[in-house]
C-alpha cells in the first residue's frame, strides 16, 4: 500500500471558492453535462505530445501494456517539487514511488485533498500517455509555463467532475488527475511541478 499520514495534513490554509460559493447548483448543472459527455465517444489520440488513451480501452491497449509494470513495492520519494496548491489543500500522505519488480521506477505521487475535491500529482516513466473518460469537446492544447500541455477540462468552469492536465517530459509525462478543481487551479499546479530526474 502507498504511504500514507494517519491524518491528512494541511498545508495550504484557505479556500480556491469564493466565499458564498454555492456547489449545490454547479453539481445540478455538472450533472447534466455528465450524462451529455457520456453519451460522446472518449478521445483517443496525441496532444501536445502526450497520448491519449479511452479507460474503456485501456487493457485492450497493446502500448499500455508495455508502459506499465507490476508494482512491487512503494517507497517514500522526493524527486518531484510541487511549488503551487490550491488553498485548503491537505497532504493524505508523502511523495511516493512505484517500484517494479526489476527494480525501476514506475511512477511518482502525491496524493490531496481539498475542502471540495481531490487531486493527485503524477510522473509516469516511459510513454507519455495516459487514460482519461472524456469527450473531444473537452480537450484542448494550451500553453502552461511556457510549454504545450494538453487540458481535459472538467465539466463545468467551476471545477465540477474530473479534469486532467499534462505535460511531456524526455523521461514520461506529469499529470495533475483533478476532482472539483477549475482549470485555472489545475494548470498553476502543473506550472509549478518541478524535478530534476524527469
Not at 472518449?42 to 485492450?60: C, K, N, Q
Request: net charge negative; with cysteine; hydrophobic share 40%.
Amino acid at each position: 500500500m502507498p504511504p500514507t499520514y494517519g491524518e491528512p495534513v494541511l498545508i495550504k490554509g484557505g479556500d480556491y471558492w469564493p466565499e458564498g460559493f454555492s456547489f449545490a447548483s454547479v453539481a445540478d448543472k455538472g450533472t447534466a453535462l455528465a450524462a451529455e459527455d457520456a453519451k460522446k465517444p472518449d478521445f483517443e489520440g496525441t496532444i501536445a505530445g502526450v497520448r491519449l488513451y479511452s479507460f474503456a480501452h485501456a487493457l485492450s491497449d497493446s502500448a499500455v501494456d508495455r508502459k506499465w509494470c507490476v508494482v512491487d513495492r512503494f517507497v517514500t520519494a522526493d524527486d518531484v517539487v510541487i511549488n503551487y496548491v490550491p488553498p485548503g489543500t491537505y497532504a493524505n500522505g508523502p511523495e511516493y514511488a512505484g517500484i517494479c519488480l526489476d527494480g525501476s521506477v514506475s511512477f511518482i505521487q502525491q496524493d490531496f485533498t481539498t475542502k471540495h475535491g481531490s487531486f493527485e500529482v503524477k510522473f509516469y516513466y516511459g510513454e507519455a500517455a495516459f487514460g482519461h473518460d472524456a469527450s473531444a469537446d473537452r480537450i484542448v492544447e494550451q500553453a502552461v509555463d511556457g510549454t504545450n500541455a494538453v487540458v481535459i477540462k472538467p465539466l463545468t468552469e467551476e471545477g465540477f467532475g474530473r479534469g486532467w492536465v499534462a505535460e511531456a517530459s524526455g523521461q514520461g509525462v506529469f499529470v495533475v488527475d483533478g476532482r472539483n478543481l477549475p482549470v485555472s487551479e489545475l494548470t498553476r499546479i502543473l506550472g509549478g511541478i518541478k524535478c530534476s530526474g524527469c
